[in-house]
């Protein structure tokens, strides 16, 4: 298979970092096509630790192309920081190996203002609980037409003309939320100041990305996020503001959709969330503390708790057929080693009738109750396992149910945040 699309089908966090590296090794181009850098990868090479959140994690190897593209909203401010240090850990970064697509929109400064303003101002309830990054506002001004683009910094008039138009817009609402109007002056400086760093990894991604197809290179699409965070599919309005499911990998690039080979999703061997909004499964007792402790579930992007609970089964076959996810990687199984019994979600009790599915409605999502089946634990440790010989026969059993409840195969089985404890099943770029 030429070109493999990677998304998390959870809320997020469910390890792509470690896995899009492992498959980066097989790629010529990784490619972002949604978020921004409310994503948090981390990577362990060789001991040595590196945390991405803009940057594609290609960057990381040598001889790869990396690619943000228009489907991503980019803080042009972050992304040279985070490139300086990126850099400072020893990874060459030059306009070779990373583009940006010029029809990418700019996340500005007030856009971070205005998503962290309306946190502040919501009540208890109607908070979603974002990274206060402003991914949300800049995804609403590139809807609302009135975004500034890579392109438009290559253009003093241009320029002026977009930050008058977002202007027009952005004041009256900052006034209305008590916040003082933009400086124009100030921010067209500030912008042409990034640009003469931007600009340089500036380029026509489509076109790139089409003549590399054409000449059989492997692409891979870093999906960031997950499936229930999705805009469209996931549990509204506590999502995040892009399509986050497989399909949005062709327009967040400029590919057509024949060109993905296959779907893999991520699949983290129990559930987390960060931020707010439903989650049937959580563990508000000690089996959730502990499922937070041994996974270590904080946010690296905000370093916030992230809430856990038990498999659910019903939400990840969902996901999986939303963005006809081919096979999965199942990621830190370890976390589960020790518990004496293990709990699955296989559907939900909504009044009294079964549902294999979560409703779209609010209301009927509340009153959604996880049917549970249960399944003995393994006390041996599953830490570091590199095939399934050596898996306990009962944390097998689990892998399978899992496969057979969320109608997916397995093809990766990931046992520590080490590239090299992978179990492989299928190989997702294999002919
Ligand atoms: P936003 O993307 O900052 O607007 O946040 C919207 C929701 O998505 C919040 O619940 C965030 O916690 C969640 N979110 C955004 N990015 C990530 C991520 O990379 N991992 C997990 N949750 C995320």
Redesign the pocket.
């Known amino acids: 298979m030429a070109n493999v699309v990677v998304v998390?089908a959870q809320?997020?966090?469910e390890g792509k970092g470690k896995i899009v590296d492992w498959l980066s090794e097989r790629a010529d181009v990784i490619a972002r096509f949604q978020?921004?850098h409310?994503?948090?990868?981390t990577l362990v090479i060789d001991g040595k630790v590196y945390k991405l959140h803009a940057l594609p994690s290609g960057v990381v190897r040598g001889g790869k192309l990396s690619v943000i593209g228009n489907g991503v909203v980019l803080d042009p401010w972050h992304l040279i920081k985070e490139i300086e240090t990126i850099r400072a850990q020893g990874v060459e970064i030059t306009p070779e190996n990373l583009m940006i697509a010029e029809n990418t929109p700019l996340i500005l400064p007030l856009h971070g203002e205005l998503?962290r303003a309306r946190e502040e101002a919501a009540s208890a309830g109607t908070k979603?609980?974002?990274?206060?990054?402003?991914?949300?506002p800049c995804y609403e001004d590139k809807v609302g037409r009135r975004a500034i683009r890579v392109a438009d910094l290559a253009d003093k008039a241009t320029l002026e003309a977009r930050v008058d138009r977002a202007l027009q817009h952005h004041n009256p609402l900052r006034k209305g939320l008590g916040i003082e109007e933009v400086d124009r002056a100030g921010l067209i400086e500030l912008l042409a100041e990034i640009a003469k760093e931007i600009l340089p990894y500036a380029a026509p991604v489509w076109k790139v990305l089409n003549e590399k197809r054409k000449a059989g290179k492997r692409i891979l699409f870093e999906g960031?996020?997950?499936s229930l965070?999705d805009i469209d599919f996931g549990t509204y309005p506590?999502?995040?503001?892009?399509n986050v499911i497989a399909g949005q990998a062709a327009t967040g690039v400029g590919i057509g959709p024949g060109s993905i080979d296959y779907v893999l999703g991520i699949v983290k061997a129990y559930t987390?969330?960060?931020?707010?909004?439903p989650f049937p499964t959580e563990l508000l007792d000690d089996d959730g503390e502990r499922l937070g402790t041994r996974g270590h579930e904080f946010?690296?992007?905000?370093g916030?708790k992230?809430r856990c609970g038990w498999f659910d089964a019903a939400l990840v076959r969902q996901t999986c057929a939303i963005s006809g996810i081919n096979g999965i990687s199942l990621t830190k199984l370890d976390v589960l080693d020790g518990f004496e019994t293990l709990k699955i979600c296989v559907a939900y009790d909504l009044d009294g009738q079964r549902l294999d599915y979560l409703p779209t409605a609010a209301d009927e999502q509340a009153r959604c109750t996880p049917i549970y089946e249960e399944m003995p634990g393994w006390q041996e440790s599953t830490e570091g396992a590199r095939s399934w010989a050596d898996l306990p026969a009962n944390a097998i059993k689990y892998v399978k149910r899992v496969e057979e409840l969320i109608e997916c195969p397995v093809a990766l089985l990931s046992t520590s945040p080490e590239r090299d404890d992978t179990i492989l099943v299928t190989d997702p770029f294999a002919d």
Not at 238 to 242: A, E, F, G, I
């Open positions: 998390g809320w997020g966090d978020g921004g409310n994503a948090g990868h998503d979603i609980g974002t990274t206060g990054r402003g991914i949300g960031a996020q997950g965070l506590y999502v995040t503001s892009s987390t969330r960060v931020g707010e909004g946010g690296t992007t905000t916030r992230r």
